[in-house]
Protein backbone atom coordinates (compact mmCIF):
# COMPACT_ATOMS: atom_id res chain seq x y z
CA UNK A 1 0.00 0.00 0.00
CA UNK A 2 0.85 3.33 -1.07
CA UNK A 3 2.17 5.51 2.15
CA UNK A 4 2.20 8.79 0.07
CA UNK A 5 -1.16 10.70 1.82
CA UNK A 6 -2.86 11.69 -1.77
CA UNK A 7 -1.85 8.59 -3.56
CA UNK A 8 -3.67 6.84 -0.52
CA UNK A 9 -6.38 8.99 -0.26
CA UNK A 10 -7.03 8.26 -3.57
CA UNK A 11 -6.69 4.45 -3.77
CA UNK A 12 -9.07 4.10 -0.52
CA UNK A 13 -11.49 6.73 -1.66
CA UNK A 14 -11.54 4.08 -5.22
CA UNK A 15 -11.38 1.19 -3.48
CA UNK A 16 -14.79 2.24 -0.94
CA UNK A 17 -16.81 2.76 -4.43
CA UNK A 18 -17.27 -1.03 -4.42
CA UNK A 19 -17.70 -2.02 -0.57
CA UNK A 20 -21.15 -2.08 1.34
CA UNK A 21 -19.44 -3.59 4.03
CA UNK A 22 -19.25 -1.41 6.97
CA UNK A 23 -16.80 -3.08 8.71
CA UNK A 24 -14.60 -3.05 5.46
CA UNK A 25 -15.36 0.39 5.03
CA UNK A 26 -15.05 1.23 8.33
CA UNK A 27 -11.08 0.14 8.19
CA UNK A 28 -10.94 2.26 5.07
CA UNK A 29 -12.08 5.04 7.03
CA UNK A 30 -9.53 4.73 9.95
CA UNK A 31 -6.68 4.43 7.29
CA UNK A 32 -8.13 7.29 5.32
CA UNK A 33 -8.16 9.13 8.58
CA UNK A 34 -4.54 8.68 9.31
CA UNK A 35 -3.71 9.76 5.84
CA UNK A 36 -5.72 12.93 5.78
CA UNK A 37 -3.80 13.93 9.12
CA UNK A 38 -0.63 13.35 7.58
CA UNK A 39 -1.53 15.24 4.39
CA UNK A 40 -2.60 17.87 6.33
CA UNK A 41 0.10 18.50 8.25
CA UNK A 42 2.36 17.95 5.06
CA UNK A 43 1.16 20.91 3.71
CA UNK A 44 0.77 23.12 7.09
CA UNK A 45 4.46 22.45 6.78
CA UNK A 46 5.10 23.67 3.29
CA UNK A 47 2.60 26.37 3.77
CA UNK A 48 4.44 27.49 7.24
CA UNK A 49 7.92 26.99 5.05
CA UNK A 50 6.61 29.50 2.27
CA UNK A 51 4.95 32.41 4.32
CA UNK A 52 8.06 32.80 6.66
CA UNK A 53 9.64 34.34 3.29
CA UNK A 54 6.32 36.87 3.10
CA UNK A 55 5.99 40.26 4.37
CA UNK A 56 2.55 40.13 6.29
CA UNK A 57 0.97 42.14 3.27
CA UNK A 58 1.85 39.16 1.21
CA UNK A 59 0.91 36.91 3.66
CA UNK A 60 -2.77 39.16 3.59
CA UNK A 61 -2.91 38.92 -0.21
CA UNK A 62 -2.15 34.97 -0.67
CA UNK A 63 -4.90 34.54 2.40
CA UNK A 64 -7.59 36.48 0.77
CA UNK A 65 -6.98 34.90 -3.18
CA UNK A 66 -7.19 31.45 -0.87
CA UNK A 67 -10.45 32.66 0.49
CA UNK A 68 -9.43 33.08 3.80
CA UNK A 69 -8.71 36.58 4.45
CA UNK A 70 -6.50 37.39 7.50
CA UNK A 71 -9.39 39.12 9.34
CA UNK A 72 -8.44 41.78 12.32
CA UNK A 73 -7.37 40.07 15.51
CA UNK A 74 -5.87 37.07 13.90
CA UNK A 75 -2.22 36.66 13.97
CA UNK A 76 0.27 35.58 11.88
CA UNK A 77 0.40 32.21 12.76
CA UNK A 78 -3.16 31.60 13.06
CA UNK A 79 -3.37 33.28 9.35
CA UNK A 80 -0.79 30.81 7.59
CA UNK A 81 -2.74 27.86 9.65
CA UNK A 82 -6.32 29.30 8.16
CA UNK A 83 -4.13 29.25 4.48
CA UNK A 84 -2.74 25.86 5.47
CA UNK A 85 -6.04 24.69 5.90
CA UNK A 86 -7.69 26.13 2.72
CA UNK A 87 -5.06 24.90 0.71
CA UNK A 88 -5.22 21.31 1.84
CA UNK A 89 -8.77 21.50 1.65
CA UNK A 90 -8.59 22.26 -2.45
CA UNK A 91 -6.78 19.27 -2.37
CA UNK A 92 -8.03 16.25 -4.64
CA UNK A 93 -6.49 13.89 -1.27
CA UNK A 94 -8.94 16.02 0.72
CA UNK A 95 -11.25 15.72 -1.59
CA UNK A 96 -11.00 12.12 -2.09
CA UNK A 97 -11.13 11.69 1.87
CA UNK A 98 -14.55 13.42 1.65
CA UNK A 99 -15.95 11.17 -0.49
CA UNK A 100 -14.46 8.20 1.24
CA UNK A 101 -16.38 9.56 4.77
CA UNK A 102 -19.79 9.95 2.82
CA UNK A 103 -19.61 6.74 1.23
CA UNK A 104 -18.54 5.15 4.84
CA UNK A 105 -21.76 6.88 6.60
CA UNK A 106 -24.17 5.76 3.98
CA UNK A 107 -23.28 2.25 5.22
CA UNK A 108 -23.50 3.31 8.77
CA UNK A 109 -19.47 3.50 9.30
CA UNK A 110 -17.42 5.97 11.26
CA UNK A 111 -14.52 6.53 13.06
CA UNK A 112 -16.23 6.72 16.30
CA UNK A 113 -17.05 3.00 18.18
CA UNK A 114 -20.67 2.26 18.17
CA UNK A 115 -20.39 2.25 21.97
CA UNK A 116 -19.57 6.00 21.69
CA UNK A 117 -22.36 6.72 19.70
Known amino acids: MDTNPTALLLDLASRAQDLSDREALQNLLALG ?38 ETGMTRGEAVSALAFATWDAAPAAMAYTELEERAALFGACLLPEELR
Open 33 to 70: HRAWCEGVADVRSSVRQNASELSNQQLAKRCAIAGVPW
